[in-house]
T-cell receptor
Framework: DSGVTQTPKHLITATGQRVTLRCSPR?????VYWYQQSLDQGLQFLIQ???????AKGNILERFSAQQFPDLHSELNLSSLELGDSALYFC???????????????FGPGTRLTVL | GQQVMQIPQYQHVQEGEDFTTYCNSS?????IQWYKQRPGGHPVFLIQ?????EVKKQKRLTFQFGEAKKNSSLHITATQTTDVGTYFC??????????FGAGTQVVVTP
């Protein structure tokens, strides 16, 4: 158990719908990262927050947005869903963002999104 | 951004045998990390390498960073069924954003 929690574990929805994925980082971690894992694209970085502020963006679609709240939990919002959005969405957290030992990322169990 | 190519994509190993997975880049890397993802699980951090020529060991796992910092390898000796999973290398930027290789999926035959 990494200490990072994600809800829901599974989500099945229809094309065109909107969903919200939730992540609670490990206690004391200020930085949250979102990744998408699909068969064709592999593990892709989406977006990063540090202490409530957006710090870095990857190949995140305009239909996707995220935020980090004052209690440091984060939500990833996916709208106008398409079949190709079906994937595993992981949240990871670290104490600080960077490359030092305090920046090791711990991944949550993921949310499996299926768009029908 | 920095891209890493990981080979092989799949690796079938007989229990007890050794195997190696490789991570290569066309550019010099500032660091490289290795993760393991068990089937149905999430990526778990194994190690980070920073220095040129660095070698680190974790029990039966040996991690190496090339002298030119353009490649890395993970060698597992005496493979066990618990080694099943996908091994990813990843590079980070100064903000910690991870860019993953495609992974090596390891299947162990008893």
């Amino acid at each position: 158990d990494s200490g990072v929690t994600q809800t829901p574990k599974h989500l099945i929805t229809a094309t065109g719908q909107r969903v919200t994925l939730r992540c609670s980082p490990r206690s004391g971690d200020l930085s949250v990262y979102w990744y998408q894992q699909s068969l064709d694209q592999g593990l892709q970085f989406l977006i990063q927050y540090y202490n409530g502020e957006e710090r870095a963006k990857g190949n995140i679609l305009e239909r996707f947005s995220a935020q980090q709240f004052p209690d440091l939990h984060s939500e990833l919002n996916l709208s106008s869903l398409e079949l190709g959005d079906s994937a595993l969405y992981f949240c990871a957290s670290s104490v600080t963002p960077g490359t030092g030992s305090a920046d090791t990322q711990y991944f949550g169990p993921g949310t499996r999104l299926t768009v029908l | 951004g920095q891209q890493v190519m990981q080979i092989p994509q799949y690796q079938h190993v007989q229990e007890g045998e050794d195997f190696t997975t490789y991570c290569n880049s066309s550019t010099t890397l500032s660091n490289i990390q290795w993760y393991k993802q068990r089937p149905g699980g999430h990526p778990v951090f194994l190690i980070q390498l920073v220095k040129s020529g660095e070698v680190k060991k974790q029990k039966r796992l040996t991690f190496q960073f090339g002298e030119a910092k353009k490649n890395s390898s993970l060698h597992i000796t005496a493979t066990q069924t618990t080694d099943v999973g996908t091994y990813f290398c990843a590079v980070t930027d100064s903000w910690g954003k991870l860019q993953f290789g495609a992974g090596t999926q390891v299947v162990v035959t008893p």
